[in-house]
């Protein structure tokens, strides 16, 4: 198996069925984002522009995993496997495979060489099909390895590369108040499947899910449907569940310095594999919506430390302003109470530690006591969760107010390796090399 | 059961084979090639074949059970697939097996509470080993899974006609027992019975399939009452109708012949089942037997893709690697349920254990789902 670049890689000559299919469905304005003359046929120049930008490709290849910097696209779903083989080989095959399905999925092809109505009748299709016609959709699938894969629960070895466990790698502690269901929680190997059309995500989670059987199971998988987060300038910043704006002080792509401090493991920080990757959480966080909505106004407000209207901190009067944690009302308290959401979590309350959160809304339908099964799949992105999401989340568990609304019922950690470089390399090569 | 039938369209008429007949287990035209039949002395814990190196041809065994529990007797050749078998042999009793065996190397198997990969010895054949040719192997693979078939329906009827009587005679304790093994001999076969869509459902339907005008009999009904009141007293009917339609469909699937690409396509249908139905504890609902029907659907798949396997070895040695490898992992799976000679219950299974075993057969179906467009090439 040589990676995706022989097979990963578009070709001029031979179109896939999906990407011929799309392409007639858009018509003139293509699917790779090329919005020049969209806007003239269209009639509504920026309006096409930004339809175009959001059905078009995302790079696979590239320094990053593309999923992390890249602007939030609306839909998620996140998918965590065991690893149920104890063939090192066959694991290694599968990542390549893998690789090869992601690089076309991405481009917006079929997850197989030959598609999912090319094939000869008697066999069943190398792609499921649902997402025949659809543009790529800014597709990006994004890998993490469990601290599990490296040794598993009795201390063994897996698959000899337990001395290439990253120190960051490190499991996550318990926190006050985790109600964390242990077959919602960890997982070997994740894939983060973010796009703006959500069945072009459960599409390529299903295909990865299929291509795996025998090797992956899959141990828990999520559906968001709204991001909470903006890890863009260019993006409006969303709201959460509880009607609030979510992610105002996020880190952003933007911010190139930050993002070397606080987000990509550097040289240094660890096994060489991981130099250039991120470390990711996952926490399922389920939001008593009913007992949420009852709360008056200002009282939500106060748990967040945020109007709900504008997201501006308490006391001020813009979304970006810097919340004045010192500012005290006539009655003198604290404008922004020491047990507000964004006072325990801002950076400048937590040494400086930043995350890069990409997060999305949940509804899992309702929980048969007529209550909303809802909240948030927060998904934050980091150097090291030891010095960052670790030491937030231990002052959150402890003093947020909001805590009588949250539910932590799932978490997880994975190492996500940095980019796919070029055609020949695959997901964890450096680690399995 | 399943609710859609095995549909093999167009392709199957082109690939139907020719000039199959006379390569059944005809008893007829038996020459006596070897001096009288080869003795095999079966127990409950031993498997005596009395001569292990013999000519290839026609060979006959006598299989003597002198232990307590019913046996069965196999010759296989290389991944299980099944070159002969006799089955259902009473303690006591002595049963023929007539095969037909090319040189080459096999295995004998006597399978004591006809479980398990039984006790199992080496069989050398030896002569002058013919290479088949690729068609001849797709035209074997037919006849051979017919053998199969006519020994699995032989059983069924007799099980079936065991476990009526014990409904009629209103003893429950026994048509329970009877019910999981009688049922055995269904599942093996299921998309061969399947395909007769009229008998299918008054056999095998389960309570929710069942439309309005039409009564819930068979298999499940009688399960229903013997799980839930405990009282069959009224079910003599229904035992008559049940075996009436297993005569019916026996007779059927007796002179069904299944072309290559259908056996590919009940190889996958039979873990179809094992997936949908059996997995979830839908199929024995009252009780419980999930898991005896789980064996047997995965030994069928085993025993048509063991048909088809010398065409799969000229075509596709990757692919038969794969599927040996996934086959075993389920054997060991599943394996480790068992309760004496059959299965522990579903309800006694943890959820995990339920995730194992479904994780283990879509490793298997994967493949299997791939041979079909081998057969078909």
Redesign the interface.
């Known amino acids: 198996m040589s990676g995706p670049g022989t097979d990963g890689a578009p070709r001029g000559s031979r179109l896939s069925r999906r990407r011929a299919i799309t392409m007639a469905g858009i018509g003139v304005a293509g699917v790779a984002g090329v919005a020049a003359g969209a806007g003239v046929l269209t009639g509504g120049g920026d309006h096409a522009v930004a339809t175009d930008r959001a059905a078009g490709a995302v790079p696979f290849l590239g320094e990053h995993q593309a999923g992390i910097t890249t602007p939030a696209q609306d839909r998620l779903h996140f998918v965590a496997f065991d690893v149920?083989t104890k063939d090192r080989a066959r694991l290694v095959a599968l990542l390549q495979e893998w690789t090869a399905a992601a690089a076309r999925m991405t481009a917006g092809r079929d997850a197989g060489l030959i598609g999912a109505v090319d094939?000869?009748?008697?066999?069943?299709p190398d792609d499921t099909g649902e997402a025949l016609g659809l543009p790529p959709s800014q597709l990006t699938l994004t890998i993490g390895f469990g601290p599990t894969l490296f040794r598993d629960a009795e201390g063994r070895d897996r698959f000899g590369i337990a001395d290439r466990r990253p120190a960051a790698l490190a499991d996550l502690p318990h926190f006050a108040g985790d109600a964390l269901r242990p077959?919602l929680s960890g997982g070997d190997i994740c894939v983060q499947a973010c796009a703006n059309d959500p069945q072009v995500a459960v599409h390529a989670i299903r295909n990865l899910a299929?291509i795996g059987?025998?090797?992956v199971?899959v141990r828990w998988s999520q559906l968001g449907f709204g991001r909470t987060s903006s890890t863009s300038r260019d993006q409006a910043t969303p709201r959460n569940l509880f009607g609030f704006k979510d992610g105002t002080a996020n880190l952003k792509a933007e911010d190139a310095d930050l993002l070397r401090e606080q987000l990509w493991a550097q040289p240094g920080d660890g096994p060489d594999w991981m130099t250039g990757g991120s470390y990711l959480v996952t926490r399922k966080i389920r939001m008593l919506i009913e007992t949420w909505d009852r709360s008056p106004l200002a009282e939500q407000e106060q748990i967040v430390g945020r109007t709900k209207g504008r997201g501006a901190p308490l006391g001020g009067t813009g979304e970006f302003d810097q919340p004045d944690f010192a500012a005290r009302g006539d009655d003198g308290q604290p404008v922004i109470a020491e047990t507000a959401h964004v006072r325990l979590a801002h950076p400048g309350q937590n040494g400086g530690a930043h995350l890069l959160r990409r997060g999305y809304n949940f509804v899992d339908g309702s929980d048969g006591l007529g209550r909303l099964d809802a909240g948030l799949f927060f998904i934050a992105y980091q150097r090291d969760p030891r010095r960052q999401f670790v030491p937030i989340q231990t002052r959150l568990a402890r003093h947020d107010a909001m805590n009588e609304y949250l539910r932590h019922v799932s978490s997880a950690l994975f190492a996500c390796p940095p980019g796919v470089r070029d055609p020949a390399d695959w997901w964890g090569r450096a680690l399995f090399s | 059961m399943r609710t859609t039938r095995l549909v093999v369209p167009a392709v199957a008429g082109a690939l139907a084979v020719a000039g199959l007949t006379g390569c059944g287990g005809g008893d007829d035209k038996q020459d006596a090639k070897t001096d009288g039949p080869i003795a095999v002395k079966a127990s409950d814990t031993t498997c005596e074949v009395g001569t292990t190196e013999i000519e290839a041809g026609q060979v006959t065994f006598a299989v003597t059970n002198s232990g307590s529990k019913v046996n069965e007797f196999y010759v296989y050749a290389a991944g299980d697939r099944v070159m002969g078998e006799v089955e259902n042999i009473a303690p006591g009793l002595t049963r023929e097996l007539r095969v037909e065996l090319p040189a080459g190397t096999y295995e004998t198997a006597c399978k004591p509470g006809m479980s398990g990969r039984g006790i199992r010895g080496a069989l050398k054949v030896s002569g002058t080993a013919a290479t088949v040719a690729p068609d001849a192997a797709l035209s074997q693979a037919t006849a051979s899974y017919q053998r199969y078939v006519q020994s699995q329906t032989a059983a069924l009827l007799t099980r079936t006609e065991e476990f009526v009587a014990a409904v009629k005679a209103n003893d429950v304790p026994k048509a329970k027992a009877l019910y999981p093994v009688a049922r055995t001999y269904w599942e093996r076969i299921e998309p061969v019975a399947e395909s007769f869509g009229d008998l299918d459902p008054k056999i095998d339907g389960r309570e929710e399939v069942v439309e309005e005008g039409m009564e819930f009999t068979g298999f499940h009904r009688i399960e229903k009452d013997l799980w839930t009141t405990g009282d069959v007293s009224k079910d003599g009917p229904i035992a008559d109708q049940l075996l009436t339609d297993v005569k019916a469909i026996v007779a059927r699937a007796n002179a069904e012949r299944l072309t290559p690409l259908q056996l590919a396509n009940g190889a996958k249908a039979l873990l179809d089942e094992v997936a949908s139905g059996k997995i979830t504890g839908e199929e024995e609902r009252y009780s419980h037997t999930d898991l005896w029907d789980f064996n047997a659907n995965l030994e069928g798949s085993k025993a048509a893709v063991a048909a088809l396997r010398p065409a799969l070895e000229q075509r596709s040695p990757d692919l038969v690697a794969q599927l040996d490898r996934e086959f075993a992992t389920v054997e060991n799976v599943l394996g480790r349920h068992r309760a004496g000679d059959g299965w522990k219950l579903h309800t006694d299974l943890s959820k995990a254990e339920l995730k194992e075993l479904s994780d283990s057969i879509n490793a298997l179906a994967e493949p299997i789902s791939k041979v079909a467009a081998v057969v078909a090439r």
């Open positions: 149920i094939g000869v009748p008697e066999a069943p077959e299929r059987m025998g090797v199971s």
